[in-house]
């Protein structure tokens, strides 16, 4: 006889709350009964890993750190599901800008233990999937994109002529992300208003130093001032060496944002024909870009396809039936 849905027991694990990990243990405490973990690597944190796993009749988690490593090994030992959402830095390899987790000789090994004795592997783009079976084969892969509550990020009053990016500020950051050609591409367009979203550390005077037209507005605690923005601005800019799938440009997106990309990982497949596309750091084609974006109708466009593609609500009805399939078995 099969539990029902809220009798089933799900430990989520996490080492951070963004806002993504966030959206999923939403939807899981809606249909289950669930505990969460906040895991931070100690022996007492193993202890209380151990006594989670056994509680529980499956674990979720996202990302691959030490702690995924401790959790499949005790799922295994003590024959529980796991399922491990990838996403991203940890199934990376971009050495040109010395990012990704499979740089290490050691980490490679410890994620393609995981991938390959993971209950179910959970891919948050095609892209995501892709660089998943470059390195191991896991005997439960699956394609679930991330997802944007179209309901709650959607158009509202009249577009400025405004671009925006979201991002932290630091020198891994600045490479990663490219903020510094979203600086430097701003000097090209004087009159129009350009801000980079996102909480910085000393590394913002490198930026400063590149540009003076742009708003630095630091961290934003609310979310309700972060969807204003993306309400107001005509553009939004992702300009990354490497996206695994682009949470803050979908959510513009579903805004009524034009967006403005690189031809980079998972961006042209969250983009699709709803923007425009530039060469990877090249500031003065990012700039020409964004003047045609700022002139152009594309916005409702870029919404309709985060509505048909990569909508909350059909992430929550995938992520329930994979559980459900994982624990019927």
Not at 33 to 44: A, D, F, N, Q
Not at 89 to 110: C, F, K, T
Not at 193 to 201: A, E, T
């Amino acid at each position: 006889m099969h539990k029902r849905k809220d009798e089933i027991k799900i430990l989520f694990v996490y080492s951070a709350l963004g806002s993504f990990v966030r959206r999923d243990l939403k939807i899981l405490e809606k249909c289950f009964h669930v505990k969460k973990m906040k895991v931070i690597m100690s022996p007492l944190t193993v202890l209380r890993l151990l006594k989670g796993i056994l509680w529980a009749d499956l674990v979720y988690t996202w990302f691959i750190k030490l702690n995924t490593l401790f959790t499949v090994l005790f799922c295994m030992v003590l024959r529980k599901k796991c399922i491990i959402v990838a996403g991203g830095y940890d199934v990376a390899y971009v050495p040109e800008i010395d990012y990704g987790a499979l740089l290490s000789p050691w980490r490679r090994i410890m994620v393609k233990f995981v991938l390959e004795h993971a209950s179910k592997v959970l891919a948050v783009s095609g892209l995501n999937r892709n660089e998943i079976m470059r390195l191991a084969r896991p005997k439960n892969l699956k394609l679930l994109y991330n997802g944007v509550d179209v309901e709650k990020f959607k158009p509202s009053g009249e577009k400025e002529n405004l671009v925006i990016t979201v991002g932290t500020v630091s020198d891994s950051t600045i490479k990663v992300k490219r903020l510094d050609t979203f600086v430097k591409a701003s000097s090209y367009l004087p009159n129009v208003r350009f801000i980079l979203i996102g909480k910085y550390d000393s590394s913002i005077e490198r930026l400063k130093k590149i540009g003076s037209n742009i708003t630095f507005t630091g961290y934003i605690s609310d979310e309700s001032l972060l969807l204003r923005y993306y309400q107001k601005a005509k553009v939004y800019c992702q300009l990354s060496a490497h996206e695994s799938f682009g949470v803050a440009l979908a959510e513009a997106m579903s805004c009524c944002c034009v967006p403005v990309v690189t031809r980079r990982y998972a961006l042209p497949e969250v983009v699709g024909d709803a923007g425009f596309y530039v060469p990877y750091n090249d500031p003065k084609a990012t700039a020409e870009a964004i003047r045609k974006a700022l002139k152009s109708d594309k916005g409702t466009k870029a919404r309709e396809r985060i509505k048909k593609y990569f909508s909350l609500e059909a992430r929550e009805k995938r992520l329930i039936k994979e559980i459900l399939n994982l624990t019927k078995k």
